[in-house]
Structure formats: C-alpha cells, structure tokens
C-alpha cells in the first residue's frame, strides 16, 4: 500500500467506528455522525491541499505580475556555451558578461558568441575584453580560436543577425560610459570573423535616417515605433547591483510622429533632397546639409545638423543611464511661416526621438 493509500485508510476509522456507535445508540447518533464527517472532510482537505510554494525573494520580480514571478529561465544554449567557456576559461566570469545567439555561419543552426571582460587577479573591473566564439556542430557546441585580434578597438557584441555578427567598437574597457568609435560588422569565413562593413556615428546617424525614410515610402512607418521612443527598452538588469532595477514592463507609447500623411511626405522629401548633399564640416564633430527653395508652396530651408560629440554626453531614461554617440536635427518648412523639427539622439548604435514639434522659420538652436 502506497503511503497516500495509507494516510486515507487511518482517516475514514474514526468515521467507520462512530457509525456503528450510532446504530446502536440514536440519541447519540446526531452528534457522532456529525463528528465522524468532519473528521474524514479535514483529511480529505488535507490531502487535496498543495504544499504551499517556498517562499521567493521579491527582488527577483523581473517585471512580472505578482511579488513571487520567478526571474526568466537561461537560454540551454547560452548554459552549453557557459560550461565549455568555464572549461577552456575557469575565470572567465569574473568580470562582465555579454552572450548574443544567432546562426553566424549559416548552416540552419544557432551559434553563440561571447564578450568578457579579462583583468588582474583582485580588480574591481575589467581593463581588456575578449571575443569568443561557439559553433552549432552535430555534437554540441564547438569553441573556435579566440577571435579578439579582429577587433581594432574594445568591443562590444550587439546581435548576430542575418548571418553577420553585429557590434560595437568602444573607445575604452575601463570606462564606465565609453563613447561608441565605430559600428561593425562581421562574417564567419575560413574559420574566423571577418569585416565586412563599418559606420562612423555620422555614418549611422545617415544611414538609420535613411532606413526610416525607406520604411515611410513602403507604407511601413509604423513599424518606426521603436525610434519614435526616448531611448532603448531595458532588456534586463543585474538585480545585484544597487544602481539598477528590474525592467518596467510598460513601455512609454511612442511620439505619433508619422502619424499624419503629409508630416510622412515632408519627412521623406527633406531626407530625399538632403541626401543628395555633401556634409559641410563645421568643426571636428559637427556637420550640416543644407538646401533652401526661394519660392513656392515649399519654400523655406531643408537642414540636417549631426553632432557627433553632443554636450550631454550621456542621459538618464527610465531610470537607466545611456551614451549618447550622436545628436541629430531635422528640419523642413510647413508654410505659413512655420516650421518642423525631428531631433534624435544615436544610442547603443540607433536613433530615438529626443524632441519633435513645430518652430519658427526665423530659426532653431540645433
């Protein structure tokens, strides 16, 4: 007999022995029977109640629905990686950690490539970082030579996405807000990473402006949701460090920039016009197209100004502290006098709407 079988059989004897008691005695039968079935109830109650959960700490809410939510479980993949990693590396976790998952040698399957921090024994921080990378095989993860030499300034991986590894070159490990130098790309050829493509923050800043204006033309603004937010969606945060806290869940909607037909036309024709211009340097870190039509239902000035060393150097959203690699200001008239301006701020290698709205066509501080 199984122990639950043998829990209940001990319950129902009590119930079992004041039955017959109450045939044999009526007077007593109201009582009896009424003490034999809350007996036998209670066991059963006992017996259908689940064992209260243990307890979990609140600070591992993660953006979830209740106090108790459990923190998200880790990738299998990601776990793979961190056992060979700890094998070939047994420090390797000492300092920061960035995994991103993706198939980076197209064959169908997920790879993983790894970002650490490497210092000397006892730091409180990192000074170097290394690159490594784990190929999908029909065993498992296979770990590839070290890939860090690939990359000329200290790195930080993104994603891997349409078979490229993408990520940032930082200008120093040891700072705690480094500025971004240059934006990468990456293959898997021959057995190593390979460069295929690289933006300066002037570049990128060109470049996203002009992946929204394509969205626009295809009928697709709204899919520029992300980019008409202040800054970035937290994709988590170390709940042990006292600077940070868990993700909120609720997004601030987007700015209805696109929302209106003609504001998406005059975008798209500012972008269209000034693209076909040269940037006029105005300093070192600054630069500005500039086209004005005299007359016409359009006139007035088309500008972009990019700043690529902006004063507020780093900003705070949400609770979370952000680089800012970038500032960039554009303008187009509206007529009757009155303008329209979209400024942006490049962070973590896209841009976000710091501020839109009309102006004056006399002129706007950039």
């Known amino acids: 007999m199984s122990a639950a079988h043998g829990a209940a059989g001990r319950a129902m004897r009590p119930a079992a022995v004041c039955i017959g008691l109450c045939a044999a005695l009526l007077m007593a039968s109201a009582g009896c029977k009424k003490q034999g079935a809350q007996t036998t109830t209670q066991a059963a109650q006992a017996s259908a109640t689940a064992a209260p959960a243990p307890a979990v700490d609140p600070a591992l809410n993660w953006g979830g629905t209740t106090p108790h939510d459990r923190p998200p479980l880790r990738d299998p993949l990601i776990e793979q990686a961190d056992a060979i990693l700890r094998k070939a590396d047994p420090g390797f976790d000492r300092f920061e950690i960035q995994y991103v998952t993706g198939d980076l040698d197209r064959d169908g399957r997920d790879d993983v490539a790894v970002e650490y921090g490497i210092g000397e024994d006892g730091a409180m921080r990192h000074v170097a970082k290394r690159i490594r990378v784990l190929l999908a095989r029909a065993g498992g993860l296979e770990l590839q030579p070290d890939q860090t030499e690939k990359f000329a300034d200290c790195p930080a991986l993104r994603e891997i996405r349409d078979g490229r590894l993408w990520a940032d070159g930082l200008e120093a490990c040891m700072l705690p807000f480094p500025r971004t130098l240059a934006y990468y790309q990456f293959e898997w050829r021959n057995g190593a990473l390979v460069r295929v493509a690289q933006e300066t923050a002037q570049q990128r800043v060109l470049s996203r402006l002009q992946a929204m204006r394509a969205a626009v033309l295809a009928g697709k603004w709204a899919t520029l949701d992300r980019n008409l937010r202040a800054g970035p969606a937290p994709a988590g945060a170390d709940a042990a460090t006292a600077d940070k806290k868990p993700p909120d869940k609720t997004l601030a909607a987007a700015e209805p920039v696109f929302a209106d037909a003609q504001r998406r036309r005059a975008f798209a024709d500012a ?8 940037l006029q340097s105005l300093n070192d870190h600054e630069a500005l197209a500039s086209l004005t039509k005299p007359s016409g239902p359009e006139a007035g000035e088309r500008r972009l100004h990019i700043d690529t060393a902006p004063e507020d150097g ?3 959203i949400d609770g979370y502290t952000y680089v800012v690699d970038a500032r ?18 490049l962070i973590e290698g896209d841009l976000y709407l710091e501020e839109a709205g009309e102006h004056d066509l006399d002129g706007l501080e950039s």
């Open 271 to 278: 972008l269209g016009l000034l693209g076909h211009l040269q």
């Open 328 to 345: 960039a200001s554009l303008e187009w008239p509206e007529g009757d006098g009155v303008g329209y301006h979209l400024r942006w701020r």
């Open 314 to 316: 780093a900003v705070d």
